[in-house]
C-alpha cells in the first residue's frame, strides 16, 4: 500500500497551490471588514497542487468496496445497483443550479418531478399525504412520531407518552421516540419471530402514543398477524408506524395503508436505488393517512392552478426539519428511478428480492447453515447463528465477516438483530443475478470449511484487504479524531 | 424497466426449486386481503432514452436566474474535479464504513475532514457530519444542555440574526425534549440587544447562540457573548460560514465552545435546497456528548495506520433510546466533496475565495445604495450579504427583476417585520462587475419607476423599522 495511507496533509508542501482553483487578483479588493475581525494566518488546510488532490483521493477510493465493484448481501441495508442514469439526470445543470430561495415559477420542472414523486410514493404506501421533506430515515421517524404526538394533544389527549417497539428493532426507532421526548417500551418477540400478542396486550393502554414496526421484520420474516395488531393498537387509541426500511420486501405487493399503518417512512436509499454515498444523504419520505396530514411537517410540493408551490402554510404542522425542502438532489434520483421501474416494475423488484433471498436461504441451509427461523418464508432478507461454528471453532460472526471480505464480498450484517446469537443478516437485493448468489454461496461454505480445518486462519481474517483488523478498543481508548500535526497552532 | 438481472428461465428454475410455481406463493405467510395482484397505480415505466427525455426538458425549464441570493445557499465555483472523483462508484456507491476494512478510503478521507474542520474553525474536534446546518445547529443546542453540567436550564438564548429556517428546526427538534428557544432581539445596529432577555436573569440558559456571519450578513464581534456567556455559566455555540472562515477569525479564537454551519459551500451544488451538509465542531471536554459518527485513527494488527468509526457508543445503534441523537444515515458523499474542495484550495486559495466574495458584496452594496429608495439597514460590517432597506415593499420588486433574468436576493421583510422592505442581497467570487452594474441599473430603472406599477402601495414609514 506504500503511499496509499500517506494523509493529504503529508503530501502538503508550502507555497504549493492548485493555481486554477485561485480566483484572480489575488483577493484584494473594497473590505469594511475591521482588523481584530480577520484571521492572522491561513486556515491550515493542505497546501497541494491538482493532480496530489485527484490523485490522493482516488486512491483512496480504490481502497473501498462499493455496489459497482462488489456484492454487498448487508441485511437490512437493501444494498442495489444505483442505476447511472439516476445520477446523470439529477446532475443535469437546470436542476443543479435553483437557488433555494429562487421564485417557485423559475423552477416549475423541478417542482413537478418532486410532485410526481410525491404522487408514487403515495401509491406504493397507500398513503393519503406524502412529505418528500426528511433528510433520513431517522428523521422520517422523527416527523412521524412527533406527528402522533401531536395527533393526540389536539384531541386534548395528553397522557400518551409510551412508544411500543420491539425488541428485533432498529435503533432508530428508540432514539428517535426518546427524542421526541416519549417513553420507550419494548415488547419481546416469540421464539417463531412474530410479536407476542400477550406481551402487546400488556403495554398497551391509555399511555400508548403509538407502536413502531418494521414488516417484514429485521428477522426478515412477516409479521403474520399484523391486521390483529393494527386493530388492537388502534382499539387501544395508538397509531401504527411503519419504518419502511424493509419496503423491497413488498413493493407492489403489500401497502403499508392497507396493514394499518397511520405514518410510513421510506428510506429512498434503500427501496429506491439512491446511492449511499459511504454513509448519505439519504433520504427519508413520509407519508401519512389522512387523519395526520394537518400535522405533516413542512414544506411539501402542492399543485394549484397548474403551478406547483411548497406549502409551508400549515397551522398545525409539527413544524420544518430541513433548512430547505430535503435533500432535493436525492428525491430526484428516485424520481428518476420510479419512472424507468413504471408501474409494471414494482412486483418485478419486490418478486426477486424475495426470490433471491429465499433461493440463498435455501441453498445455505443445504449448505448446512443454521437458519434461525427455519420453519418461516423469508422476507427479501433472512437470519442464520453462527452460534454453532463458533461453540465448534471459536470463529465468531464478526470473524466469519472479515474473511469474507477476502472472499471480496462486503460483510453480511453481523450482531443485528440483537436477539440471534453470532447472527448474519443476509439481504441479497433483486440486483445480483443466481450466478452471484451462487459465487456467494461457494464463498460462505469456503469460509466455513476453513473456519473448521484453520480456525486461526479465519480468526485472524483479513488478510488481502487494504489493511488488517483494526484496534478499535486503542482508536476509543485514545482517540485520535484529528491530525494534531495538521493543526499545531505555532 | 427494473434492474432485475435474471432471465425468465432462471427464475423458473429458481421458483421450482423453491417448490412452488409462481411469484406470489413466494408471499404464502401474507393475509391474502393484503396482497395485490394488480400492482399500485403509476406511470408505466420508461427506459433510459425515455426518462432522459423528460429530465431534460423539465431541467431545461427551469430558468438559470443571475444569482445574488445568498440566506444559506450560495453559488461558488465548483471545481471540475470534485464531483468527478465523488461521482466515482467507489464513493458514491459504497456504505457507511462499519466494516473498517473495506472502506478504508472513505475513512482516511472523513479523518482528513474532520481534520480540515477543525483546522477552519480552530475547534479540536469535528464529527462525520450532520445533515444540513440546520439540524447542526439543533444539535448543538441539544449537546449543549447534555454538556452544561453547571446549569439545569433547559433554556438557549438565541440571537435573532439567526438564520430563521435553522431556528425554526431546532424548535421542531427541541420541543420535545422540552427545550427552549429564547430569541434575543436586535438592536438598532443589527446586535444582539441583551436587555430583555439577560441570560444571568430568572432560569439562567443552558447556552447562548450566534452566528458569525450571520443571516443578515453581519460579523459581530462576539467577545460579549462570551464575557456573558461565562457570567451567565453557560455554553457558548457559534454558527459560520466555512468559505467566510478563509478570511475570518475562527470561533474557536473567540472561544467558542460548540460550532455549527452550513457545508454547501464547500463544493456542493445549490441543488434547489439540497442535499447539504451540517458541520459541527467542539471543544474536546464535550466529545462524549458528540452526536453522529466519528472516524477515528488507529493502528492494524500488523501496527500499520488504520481508520475506523470510534466512540460508537454514543450513537443509536448500540446505545439506543439513551443515545445522543436518532442520526444514523448522515452526508457521506457531501463530506467528500467538501474535503476535495477544501484539499484543492487550500488556506490561501480559501482567503482569496472569501475574499473575492467580500469585495463583490462591497462593490453590489455600494452600486445598490448609490439608487434612490436603497440604503442599508444597519451600518455595522457584513461579509458577503448585505440586507439593504427598499422604500416598497420587496415582493414585486423582486417579482419584476426575476422578468429580467435577475434573482435580486431574499425578501426578509416577512421573517424580520422590524426591519422595514428589507432586502437580503448576496454577492460571491462568480459575480463580475458586469453583472453587478447589470443588477444595478435594472434596478435603478425599476425603482425610478412609480410604485403602483409595481402593483403596490407605498411604503408607510422606512426609516426607522425598530
Redesign the interface.
Known sequence: ?GQH?R???DVSRPGR??H????A??????????A?????????????S?LD??R???????????????S?P?GS?T?????R?C???A?????????????E??????L??LY?LQ??LG??T?MEAITLAP?????G??AGV?MF?AYHHAREDYGRDEIIVPDAA???N?????????K?REIATGTNGDIELDALDQALGPRTAGIMLTNPSTLG??E?R??EISKRVHAAGGLLYYDGANLNALL????PG??GFDAVHL?L?KTF?T????????AGAVGVASALKPFL?VPYVEKAEGAYRWQTDSPHS?????????????LLRAW?Y????????????A??A??NA??LA?RLAEEGFDLAYPE??AGHEFVISLKPLRDETGVTAADF??AM?DEGF??PTVY?PLLVPECLLIEPT?????EALDALIDAMVRVRDAALSDPEAVR?A?HR????????V???RK?????AP??R?D | ??????TGE??DQ??S??GVSR?RD??????D????DE??????????AG??R????????????L?F?G???Y?H?I?A?I???A???????????Y????????L??T??Y???I???T?M???N??L?????AFAEACLMAVRCNKQSKSKRILVARSV?P??R??A???L????IELIEAPMDASGRADFAPVDPESGGGFAALAVAVPNYLGG?P?IRAWRARADRARALLIVGFNPVS??????PG?WGADIVCG?GQPLGI????????LGLLACKSRY?RQMPG??????????G?????L??Q?R?????????T????????????AA??Y???????????????C???A??LV?ALTAIRGVQRVFDA???HEDVLRLDRPVAPV??AL?EEGI?G??DVSGEYPELGHALLVCAT?MRTSEEIGRYASTLRELMGRNLQSLGSAPCIDASDPL
Open positions: 500500500m495511507t494523509l493529504i496533509f497551490r492548485a486554477a482553483q485561485m480566483p487578483g489575488e483577493g484584494a479588493g473594497p473590505s469594511v471588514l475591521p481584530e475581525l480577520i484571521r492572522h494566518r491561513a486556515a491550515p488546510l493542505p497546501e497541494v491538482e488532490v485527484v490522493h483521493y482516488t486512491r483512496l477510493s480504490q481502497l473501498n468496496f462499493s455496489i459497482d465493484t462488489n454487498y448487508l441495508c444494498m442495489k445497483y444505483n442505476p442514469a445520477h446523470r439526470l446532475s443535469l445543470p437546470g436542476f443543479l443550479d435553483v437557488h433555494p430561495g429562487a421564485p415559477a423559475s423552477y416549475q420542472g423541478l413537478e418531478c410526481e404522487d408514487m401509491a406504493v397507500g433528510m433520513a430515515g431517522a428523521q421517524e422523527f412527533a404526538k432498529h435503533g432508530t428508540p432514539a428517535t421516540a426518546a427524542m421526541c421526548g416519549l420507550v420474516v412477516f403474520r399484523i391486521l407492489g405487493r403489500v401497502l392497507d396493514m428510506n436509499h436505488s446511492p449511499h454515498g459511504g454513509g448519505g444523504p439519504g411537517p409539527i413544524g420544518r426539519l430541513a433548512a430547505n425542502g430535503g435533500n432535493i438532489g436525492v428518476v420510479l419512472r424507468m421501474l413504471g408501474r409494471e416494475g414494482l412486483q418485478r423488484v418478486d426477486h424475495v426470490l429465499n433461493y435455501l418461516r418464508r465477516a472479515k471480505l462486503h460483510a443485528f433483486e440486483t445480483e443475478s443466481p485472524s483479513p484487504m487494504p489493511i488488517r483488523r483494526p484496534d478499535e486503542l482508536a476509543a482517540p485520535d479524531l484529528a491530525y495538521a493543526l497552532r | 424497466m427494473p434492474f432485475v438481472p435474471h432462471q427464475s429458481m421458483l426449486r423453491m411469484f413466494l408471499y404464502d405467510e401474507i393475509p386481503s393484503l396482497l395485490k400492482p399500485p397505480h403509476i406511470l408505466p415505466g420508461l427506459d433510459e426518462v432522459t423528460i429530465a431534460r426538458e423539465r431541467a431545461g425549464r427551469n430558468e438559470a436566474l444569482c441570493a440566506g444559506g445557499a453559488e465555483h471545481p474535479a464531483w468527478d472523483i461521482s466515482r462508484g467507489e464513493f458514491y456507491s459504497n456504505y457507511t464504513p466494516q473498517a476494512e473495506a472502506a478504508q478510503g472513505s482516511q478521507l479523518y482528513e474532520q481534520t480540515m477543525a483546522g477552519l480552530g479540536d474536534v469535528a462525520a457530519s445533515y444540513d446546518g440546520a439540524t438564520h429556517a435553522w425554526k428546526v424548535h421542531t427538534l420541543s420535545g425534549q422540552e460579523v464581534d472562515l478563509g478570511l475570518l477569525r475562527p479564537e452550513e451544488p445549490m441543488s434547489g435546497g439540497g442535499p447539504y466529545l459518527r466519528l472516524a477515528g485513527r488507529t493502528v492494524d494488527k500488523a500499520k495506520p488504520a481508520y475506523v470510534t466512540l457508543a450513537e443509536q445503534h448500540i446505545r439506543r433510546s439513551r443515545a441523537s436518532n442520526i444514523c444515515t448522515n452526508q457521506g458523499l457531501m463530506v467528500t474535503t476535495i477544501m484539499a484543492l484550495l487550500g488556506g490561501e486559495g480559501l482567503r482569496r475565495v472569501a475574499a473575492a467580500h469585495a463583490r462591497c462593490e455600494a460590517p457584513f461579509f423582486l417579482a426575476a434573482l436576493g431574499i467570487e
